[in-house]
């Protein structure tokens, strides 16, 4: 409780018994980023991209969805420069989106699972930059841009409480995690541009 000043001289000039006046206490600013928006929005943020990426892997390794499978994807990342270990990079590329998938579903692991699609969509937006930001003037890479844009939030921020990682030290404390996981994403982009 706070107390202002006590006085002990009335206006008339007498004395008088102290006077306490109490100031209303100080409510702190609630904090927007704790309440239950948040967490959903980080869950949509994790369906989302969960959702796409783990298409995109199903597609690429086992021809899911109508898709050509890992020879043509093979053929894809020929066509975008790389020129060494396709065949590993390929099932690299899909087994990592899909176990990705899985885990940001889950909100298990969040750092481990969005770094992982970070560092695969550095790299094609790497390889893919010279053709232009938009696919209708070349190869574009708009789309893998907002998947490491995503990526990247979910690696900053955590995956809410909304997840299994919310009780874990990386769901507490999702930033210094999160830095961690930005360095390997890009370590491991690197990697990936140099060796295939």
Do not use: C
């Not at 199903?58 to 093979?74: E, N």
């Not at 579903?105 to 053709?131: D, I, N, Y």
């Not at 890479?141 to 030290?169: H, M, N, Q």
Request: net charge neutral.
């Amino acid at each position: 409780m706070n107390h202002g000043n006590q006085g002990t001289t009335s206006l008339a000039g007498g004395t008088t018994d102290p006077v306490t006046v109490e100031q209303p206490a100080v409510r702190a600013p609630d904090d927007r980023y704790s309440g239950t928006g948040f967490d959903v929005a980080l869950l949509l943020l994790r369906l989302i991209l969960a959702t796409t990426i783990g298409a995109h892997g199903l597609i690429k390794v086992f021809g899911f969805l109508g898709g050509p499978g890992l020879g043509s994807f093979a053929k894809v990342l020929h066509g975008y420069g790389f020129t060494r270990g396709i065949a590993l990079l390929s099932w690299v590329t899909g087994l990592t989106e899909v176990g990705a998938s899985v885990m940001l579903v889950l909100g298990l692991v969040t750092p481990l699972a969005a770094a992982g699609v970070l560092g695969v969509q550095l790299s094609v937006v790497w390889a893919k930059h010279s053709g232009g930001f938009f696919e209708g003037t070349g190869t574009g890479f708009e789309f893998e841009l907002t998947l490491v844009v995503i990526a990247l939030v979910l690696l900053l921020a955590g995956s809410g409480r909304l997840s299994l990682d919310a009780r874990t030290p990386w769901g507490r404390s999702p930033l210094s995690f999160g830095l961690a996981g930005l360095l390997v994403a890009i370590l491991a982009s690197i990697v990936i541009n140099v060796a295939f």
